[in-house]
C-alpha cells in the first residue's frame, strides 16, 4: 500500500493536541443467538470521546459509550435455534481505550491533508446484564436466575472486558472542527451476553435452587414430548461455548482540537500555528 507523503516544507509540521467530542450511532450483538450475524436489531448508541494526537499518524482516544443489544431464535434459519426459541436484551456501559493509526498524513487546517481514513485497536471494559420476557410480558433479570445449573455465588460477572478493533474515516470541517466515521467491533472476554453457553441444567435442581420461573426461562423450547410436557433436555447443547459473544459499536462523531499545527522550535524560531 501506497501512502501519501507531505512535500518537504509539510514534513517540518508537527501536530498535537487534544481533541474532544460526542458521537451518536448503533449498536448490535453477535453470538450463540444470532449465529448468522443479521444486522435486524440494530439500536441507538453513543458516547463521549477525547482523542490525543501524538503526531500527524499516531493518536490515542478514550471514550465511555452506551448502546443496547438484542436478539431472537424467532429471526434464525436454523432448525435447532428457532426450536430453542430464547431471547434476551442488555444494555452495555463500556469504557474504550484504543491506539490509532493514520494510513493518510493528517494536519488539522491542511488545505491538502484534513482527512485520513485509519485503523485502531484497544482494550474496553463494560457491564452487562441480560434480560427476557416471560410469556405474561415480564422483564426478568436472567443472571440471578442460574439458567444453565450455575450454583449460586458462581455466577458469570456484570463486568467483563474486550479487546477492541475497527476502522474508521476522520476529516476536518474547520480548523477546529473535525468529524469522524468509525465502525468497533468488541471481542468480549464472556460467553454471556446473551445467558447462552453451554448445556441444559438438571431441571429438578434448578427447580430446588431456582424456582420454577428459572426452570421456565433456562428451557422454552417449542418441541413437547407426546404427553405435552417439556422434553428432558439435561445436558444436551443450548449454546456454543467454544466461541466468545461480540458486540459492535459503529458511528459518527463531531470533535473539537484544542491543539497546534507547529513549525518545529530549534531554539532561534517560535512555534506558530498553520491555517489553511
Not at 453513543?46 to 459509550?65: D, E, P
Not at 452487562?128 to 455465588?153: A, I, S, Y
Not at 430446588?208 to 407426546?226: H, Y
Amino acid at each position: 500500500m501506497l501512502f501519501l507523503l507531505p512535500s518537504s516544507a509539510d514534513a517540518q509540521l508537527e501536530m498535537k493536541g487534544l481533541e474532544i467530542g460526542p458521537w451518536a450511532g448503533a449498536s448490535v450483538y453477535f453470538g450463540d443467538l444470532n449465529t448468522e450475524s443479521k444486522l435486524n436489531h440494530l439500536n441507538p448508541a453513543g458516547g463521549f470521546a477525547a482523542r490525543y494526537n501524538f503526531n500527524h499518524r499516531l493518536a490515542a482516544r478514550v471514550s465511555f459509550n452506551y448502546g443496547k443489544i438484542e436478539a431472537y431464535d424467532s429471526d434464525s434459519n436454523n432448525p435447532f435455534e428457532l426450536n430453542r426459541n430464547l431471547n434476551f436484551q442488555s444494555t452495555i456501559f463500556d469504557g474504550t481505550a484504543q491506539f490509532e493509526f493514520n494510513f493518510l498524513p493528517y494536519f488539522h487546517g491542511h488545505k491538502d491533508y484534513f482527512f485520513t481514513p485509519y485503523a485502531f485497536a484497544g482494550v474496553s471494559v463494560f457491564t452487562h446484564n441480560p434480560k427476557t420476557r416471560t410469556d405474561n410480558g415480564m422483564l426478568v433479570e436472567l443472571r440471578d436466575l442460574g439458567t444453565e445449573g450455575q450454583l449460586r455465588g458462581e455466577e458469570y460477572l456484570v463486568i467483563s472486558n474486550a479487546l477492541t478493533a475497527g476502522l474508521g474515516i476522520k476529516w476536518d470541517l474547520s480548523y477546529e472542527i473535525s468529524m469522524d466515521v468509525n465502525v468497533g467491533i468488541r471481542n468480549a472476554n464472556t460467553d454471556y451476553l446473551d445467558d447462552v453457553s453451554t448445556v441444559y441444567p438438571d431441571v429438578s435442581d434448578l427447580r430446588r435452587s431456582r424456582g420454577q420461573v428459572a426452570v421456565d426461562l433456562s428451557d422454552r423450547g417449542l418441541a413437547l414430548d407426546a404427553e405435552g410436557e417439556r422434553i428432558d433436555r439435561e445436558g444436551q447443547q443450548r449454546g456454543d461455548d467454544t466461541v466468545n459473544d461480540r458486540y459492535v459499536f459503529a458511528g459518527i462523531g463531531i470533535n473539537y482540537y484544542f491543539g497546534d499545527v507547529r513549525c518545529p522550535d530549534y531554539g532561534h524560531k517560535k512555534s506558530r500555528r498553520r491555517r489553511r
